[in-house]
């Protein structure tokens, strides 16, 4: 066989050679085994078509996987709850079919939105009812923590715009529906669509990642205790309205995620997959390995042929039914290991990438990454791996898994690290540039500076570990300055400035975030007495011309412009010429762009000579100091620069710059 080119790209890799042609190896016959046996990977993951409810010209069509099961009855309200009237058939494999015939009239067996359920008699003889396993659409009723499931069938959307162009590199606005409003109460897909779409493409995000989409009983949990796969979260409004919204967001030419929770499911059992068929063991492994301890949640067993089913189905049921344009992994880093990256630093080098690795469940995340690629060619995958599995954002070809690209982890953690145990005089330059630029090879990355993750109850945003209680007082522009907040919204724009600088190839924000959201994330629940006022999002304070949070807001939109017209996150140059760890200075190239920035709390330096490549004249394209920013204005932006061609810090060229304390500069080539 010959050499996969993951290899021949890394020596290091030598010594796990057979492991890597193993594990493609093993893909390439599951593969060839499910196309033997079911046509095709993509007719293999048309389950939907075959399980759960299917309409037909003379009835419905309904089927479910219940190994366990000895018989099953659908009842519901179109049978007045009757647990006897309308037996399933046994069919081959555990699968249990009903055909309900249309009534006289010709109207449905079952009426739009009636609340239905599977009733089952175990082998053993106990009897219990279910939520049907591929159902399309659950109700929660109000002061109810239970789901329930209802019969959909709102017909074919008429979308009205085609999928829009792959985005060059992906700039994602991460949302939350729910926390859509500042309002204290839980949004809708509608007044997402009207009201936070429009200001996304005008800040110059082109991607939107909607968490929670994936229907949950918990609230709280953030979306990511799953308890009914392939229906969108009824809380937020109908099916057609979740498709109304995409439909919008790609008329304005955005790329819609979503974050699709595979690595885990909700223990639920009244309402979830959780103990389906009676036992503990149909969708997921038995005992132990099937339990996640930390997150109290069900783990599925990748081998299983309808495990695989389900899960490959979901993804393609998501992608066609909705039209989203790709999908963020969560929790890969669990999914990979048997140890689920629970109390591992992942320090022992590469042996870690083949020791405790979980094969069913990096089987699964090769055949999906295939899968969706198949399906939709330029659709985008992203994978939440804290690990930095090797392989992981290769071509499945090349020896990879086949995403497109990885979450860079690290650097969220770091700045949250430096914002809570050191004073930003005491920053280590190396390390900062170390953490932002610590990436596999051709292996694409999504930096952030803060996620949902980092404003979870118990911790707080980047704005806030910055300014914290003085944003409740000294965020007015006519107010006299306050040196917490001149500090704190200085450091907030060089943070996310460097951070989509050099940090990776793309670039996630959470909703809110870009303005400096204040204070923390906190979903209503008991222990706040089910208060609403944190799980929401403060447009008012960035709509309030007498504040400074629009000052963080049109740095923000000013970095996703300069990105857009310089391409600096697709550039392959990406150059540190400088960590200056006394004069808290990093300099460095990405794309066409110089970048120099100056951490130093106190000091400006005026003719600090940096290296550069290019000769030319150069101008400021960016400067975080401007008074629309909310900064001094040291900086005249007008000024030319001059480079010399006396060679410094390993680059051909020389230049002098001002650059103030605690200020960020972007230059470019002036434009003849």
Same mark, same amino acid.
């Given at each position: 066989m010959s050499q996969l080119e993951i290899i021949r790209d890394d020596p290091y890799l030598a010594p796990f050679a057979d492991a890597i042609h193993a594990r493609y190896q093993h893909y390439r016959n599951v593969k060839r085994q499910i196309s033997t046996q079911e046509e095709s990977l993509e007719q293999f993951a048309k389950g939907y078509e075959r399980f759960g409810f299917n309409k037909i010209p003379t009835g419905i069509v309904y089927r479910e996987w219940i190994p366990n099961a000895k018989a099953a009855f659908l009842t519901g309200d179109f049978n007045n709850w009757s647990r006897s009237s309308h037996p399933m058939q046994a069919a081959e494999f555990g699968v249990f079919e009903l055909f309900l015939p249309n009534n006289e009239d010709?109207?449905?067996?079952?009426?739009?939105?009636?609340?239905?359920?599977?009733h089952i008699v175990a082998k053993d003889g106990h009897s219990f009812d279910r939520i049907p396993a591929w159902i399309r659409r659950v109700i929660q009723e109000k002061d109810s923590h239970v789901l329930e499931a209802v019969y959909w069938d709102?017909?074919?959307?008429?979308?009205? !715009?085609?999928?829009?162009?792959?985005?060059?590199?992906?700039?994602? +606005?991460?949302?939350?529906?729910?926390?859509?409003?500042?309002e204290e109460k839980i949004g809708?897909?509608?007044?997402?669509?009207? #009201?936070?779409?429009?200001?996304?493409?005008?800040?110059?995000?082109?991607?939107?990642?909607?968490?929670?989409?994936?229907?949950?009983?918990?609230?709280?949990?953030?979306? !990511?205790?799953?308890?009914?796969?392939?229906?969108?979260?009824?809380?937020?409004?109908?099916?057609?309205?979740?498709?109304?919204?995409?439909?919008?967001?790609?008329?304005?030419?955005l790329y819609v995620f979503l974050d699709i929770v595979h690595s885990h499911a909700s223990k639920n059992v009244l309402d979830g997959l959780n103990q389906f068929d009676g036992t503990d063991h149909c969708y997921f492994h038995e005992g132990g390995r099937g339990y996640h301890d930390l997150w109290d949640s069900r783990l599925f067993n990748y081998g299983h042929w309808e495990v695989q089913r389900f899960l490959?189905?979901?993804?393609?049921?998501?992608?066609?039914?909705?039209?989203?344009?790709?999908?963020?992994?969560?929790?890969?880093?669990?999914?990979? !290991?048997?140890?689920?990256? =629970?109390?591992?630093?992942?320090?022992?080098?590469?042996?870690?990438?083949?020791?405790?690795?979980?094969?069913?469940?990096?089987?699964?995340?090769?055949?999906?990454?295939?899968?969706?690629?198949?399906?939709?060619?330029?659709?985008?995958?992203?994978a939440e791996d804290v690990s930095g599995f090797v392989g992981l954002c290769r071509p499945i070809e090349e020896g990879g898994v086949g995403f497109d690209y990885r979450l860079a982890m690290a650097i969220p953690d770091e700045w949250i690290k430096l914002l #809570?145990?050191?004073?930003?005089?005491?920053?280590?330059?190396? #390390?900062?540039?170390?953490?932002?630029?610590?990436?596999?090879?051709?292996?694409?990355?999504?930096?952030?500076?803060?996620?949902?993750?980092?404003?979870?109850?118990?911790?707080?945003?980047?704005?806030?570990?910055?300014?914290?209680?003085?944003?409740?007082?000294?965020?007015?522009?006519?107010?006299?300055?306050?040196?917490?907040?001149?500090?704190?919204?200085?450091?907030h724009k060089m943070i996310r400035l460097i951070t989509i600088g050099l940090g990776g190839e793309g670039y996630l924000n959470f909703m809110g975030n870009e303005f400096g959201h204040p204070e923390w994330i906190d979903f209503p629940r008991i222990g706040n007495n089910n208060s609403y006022h944190y799980a929401r999002r403060r447009w008012d304070l960035v709509q309030d011309l007498l =504040?400074? +949070?629009?000052?963080?807001?049109?740095?923000?939109?000013?970095?996703?412009?300069?990105?857009?017209?310089?391409?600096?996150?697709?550039?392959?140059?990406n150059y540190v010429t400088l960590s200056h760890e006394g004069d808290k200075?990093?300099?460095?190239?990405?794309?066409?762009?110089?970048?120099?920035?100056?951490?130093?709390?106190?000091?400006?330096?005026? @003719? !600090?000579?940096?290296?550069?490549?290019?000769?030319?004249? +150069?101008?400021?394209?960016?400067?975080? @100091?401007e008074e629309e920013f909310d900064g001094f204005s040291r900086v005249n932006n007008d000024v030319k620069y001059f480079t010399h061609p006396n060679p410094w810090q390993n680059r051909k060229n020389s230049m002098m710059v001002y650059i103030p304390c605690r200020t960020a500069l972007v230059f470019a080539k002036r434009e003849h």
């Open positions: 010709g109207s449905a067996p079952i009426p739009q939105d009636s609340k239905i359920k599977l709102g017909g074919e959307y008429k979308w009205k !715009y085609p999928r829009p162009p792959k985005p060059k590199a992906p700039r994602i +606005y991460e949302s939350h529906i729910g926390m859509g409003t500042h809708t897909y509608t007044e997402f669509k009207n #009201k936070v779409l429009p200001m996304i493409k005008d800040l110059g995000y082109n991607c939107i990642q909607l968490m929670a989409i994936m229907e949950h009983a918990y609230y709280a949990s953030f979306g !990511y205790q799953v308890t009914n796969f392939f229906a969108a979260s009824s809380r937020y409004g109908t099916p057609e309205e979740l498709k109304d919204l995409i439909d919008e967001a790609h008329r304005l030419g490959l189905s979901n993804v393609r049921w998501w992608l066609e039914e909705y039209r989203f344009d790709g999908f963020r992994f969560d929790g890969v880093t669990s999914m990979l !290991y048997h140890h689920h990256g =629970l109390a591992t630093a992942f320090s022992r080098g590469y042996i870690e990438y083949f020791d405790n690795v979980d094969t069913e469940a990096l089987l699964y995340l090769t055949l999906v990454n295939d899968l969706v690629h198949t399906l939709v060619p330029d659709a985008i995958t992203i #809570k145990s050191e004073k930003d005089e005491d920053w280590n330059m190396g #390390k900062i540039t170390f953490t932002l630029m610590n990436r596999r090879w051709k292996e694409a990355t999504i930096a952030y500076a803060e996620s949902h993750d980092q404003a979870l109850v118990g911790d707080k945003t980047l704005a806030f570990w910055l300014m914290d209680k003085e944003m409740y007082h000294h965020m007015s522009v006519i107010q006299p300055r306050h040196p917490v907040i001149d500090r704190g919204i200085a450091l =504040l400074k +949070y629009k000052n963080l807001q049109r740095f923000d939109k000013k970095m996703m412009e300069l990105e857009e017209k310089y391409h600096f996150l697709t550039s392959p140059h200075v990093i300099v460095f190239e990405r794309g066409p762009l110089l970048f120099v920035f100056n951490f130093h709390p106190e000091k400006s330096y005026t @003719d !600090y000579l940096v290296g550069i490549e290019e000769p030319g004249v +150069y101008k400021v394209v960016l400067n975080s @100091d």
